[in-house]
């Protein structure tokens, strides 16, 4: 008998969900094909860094990845001196601000179909949060906000429906009222969103309490746009993520919630081989997993290795919003 607290099923949704609905969101692919050239000018020392790295290895842009320059970056402890260091915390902030310019709010646009098709997803993940127990989990890589902008876009779903966090976020405007409904789509970003901000004055760690939601029609939005948003880029080095509350509540509930689902679907997640901590992580909850949904031809290295992971008759390729409209 599953218990109150608990979700029957969960989706686990990655990059490939969002592109599908949204295919001006960039993929981990689409961000690495802007370095270095792609690079805009707002970020001079990161552009320079990645240039330079890509002299030392003689021009071959394999080694030039998202994912490898982004943890060389962040775990870059030791410094010859003051100047060093600050050139360092220069670069941390240009590469996190780069990442979130290119994933950008301004990407959530929906035509009518996929908003429609995305529309009927949303309404079947709705739980009543007044009866005691919830049926459906979004469990998010993402932090684009797709889902909340669909959500706000939509006045049936935007009158009727919140997105629960798994974690109380106040608005950065605090005395600021905002309508609260039973029905919720209950939606864990276990990497942080463009929305989420460290709260003005706060301290390096990433505590709850120093954490706020941001929306472009708050009065705020003015005073924090400037500002990155909180979110764990794609690197190796997560560490400094992870000191404060936020992320350890927020990762720590997804863990049970999965140990405790009977059914878990996985939409645009390829599972990378380069992130061992979430393959060990969702890995050992293999036994629950009902379908993993891909898009790649037929032959492509990634779909075979996924089928040679999870097993062929698991792995389902199809655009994830074909699969939705099919569920």
Known sequence: MMQSNCYRRIFVLGSGFSKSFSPQMPTLR?????????IPDEFPHFRDYCKRFLTLCNGDSDYLGIEPLATSILSAQIFPGERERLYHASLRFEL??????VIRRDNDVLDESAAAILKQFLVSCENDSASGSRETLLLSFNYDTLIETAIAKDKELSEQVSVDYGVKID???????????????????????????PVKGASDELDLKNVCEVEPQDRSFPIYCEDTPIFIPMAHAKESFLRGSLFNLLWSKADYYLKNAEEIYFIGYGFPKTDINNLEFLLRHRDRFKKVVVFEHDGRHDLERLQKLLGEELVESCDAKEFIKNL
């Open 30 to 38: 689409d961000l690495n094909e802007l370095i270095p050239f792609g």
């Open 96 to 101: 996190l601000r780069f990442i979130a310019s």
């Open 171 to 197: 608005p950065a405007d605090r005395s600021a009222k905002r309508g609260k409904s039973s029905r919720t789509i209950d939606l864990i970003k276990l990497h942080g969103s463009l929305n989420w901000f």
